[in-house]
Nanobody
Framework: QVHLVESGGGLVQTGGSLRLSCAAS????????LAWFRQAPGKERDFVASISGSGASTNHATSVAGRFTISRDNAKNTVYLQMNSLKPEDTAVYYCAATTGGRINLPQSYYYWGQGTQVIVSS
């Protein structure tokens, strides 16, 4: 069992930066693949980025590649999403999620989810 709690969302202007954090409780944190997804009002939940248990392998959606970076600190049981050069279209609720396998870019592959943190990018 893994409990996930996101933080770090807020209101930022276009071109600004935010760093999201997701703290996990439970054991064997390093056994889990972690990911960030986002969901804008009226839209589906979209893959943003994922990271392997060791942190050696990462994937980023095309829409955020070069602007967002996922990382993790297994000693702190925390995964991060550094978001730079933010755009209004990045506005969404951001969720972190954990899984031990499956298609890492699909939300149905993930067993555990946080409650989400709101990011609003003003133009």
């Amino acid at each position: 069992q893994v409990h996930l709690v996101e933080s770090g969302g807020g209101l930022v202007q276009t071109g600004g930066s935010l760093r999201l954090s997701c703290a996990a409780s439970g054991h064997a944190f390093a056994d889990y693949y972690l990911a960030w997804f986002r969901q804008a009002p009226g839209k589906e939940r979209d893959f943003v980025a994922s990271i392997s248990g060791s942190g050696a392998s990462t994937n980023h959606a095309t829409s955020v590649a070069g602007r967002f970076t996922i990382s993790r600190d297994n000693a702190k049981n925390t995964v991060y999403l550094q978001m730079n050069s933010l755009k209004p279209e990045d506005t969404a609720v951001y969720y972190c999620a954990a899984t031990t396998g499956g298609r890492i870019n699909l939300p149905q592959s993930y067993y555990y989810w946080g409650q989400g943190t709101q990011v609003i990018v003003s133009s």
